[in-house]
């Protein structure tokens, strides 16, 4: 599967921005979602899960609250909408896929490109 990241940008603290990530190549109901994080000089980090049908979601505990993971499939297309933004969000977002929802939230198999998020304070 192709993963294509959109919607990054610069946002004031407190601001919000959505992303998306559209998919393509093979069907989109059979995956379980991602969004991955790397800022600066730190490790990628695991954001936001979301499972193949919507009904479950996992959340980095420091963005619990303010990010929602969100999936339409009928548009093959994830989203992460991030509220109440924060300058220590300010990273590379990147989206993910896996067929395995433990997999999605660690090693999964399929990476998009990034998107970079830039909050300011």
């Known amino acids: 599967v192709q993963l294509q990241a959109s919607g990054g940008g610069l946002v004031q603290a407190g601001g919000s921005l959505r992303l998306s990530c559209a998919a393509s190549?093979?069907?989109?109901?059979?995956?379980?979602m991602g969004w991955f994080r790397q800022a600066p000089g730190k490790e990628r980090e695991f954001v936001a899960a979301i499972s193949r049908c919507g009904t479950t979601t996992y959340y980095l505990d420091s963005v619990k609250g303010r990010f929602t993971v969100s999936r339409d499939n009928g548009k093959n297309t994830v989203y992460l909408q991030m509220d109440s933004l924060k300058p220590e969000d300010t990273a590379v977002y990147y989206c993910?896929?896996?067929?395995?929802?433990?997999?999605?939230?660690?090693?999964?198999?399929?990476w998009g490109q990034g998107t970079q998020v830039t909050v300011s304070s």
């Open positions: 190549g093979r069907t989109f109901l059979n995956y379980n």
């Open positions: 993910a896929a896996d067929d395995m929802i433990s997999n999605v939230r660690s090693a999964p198999r399929y």
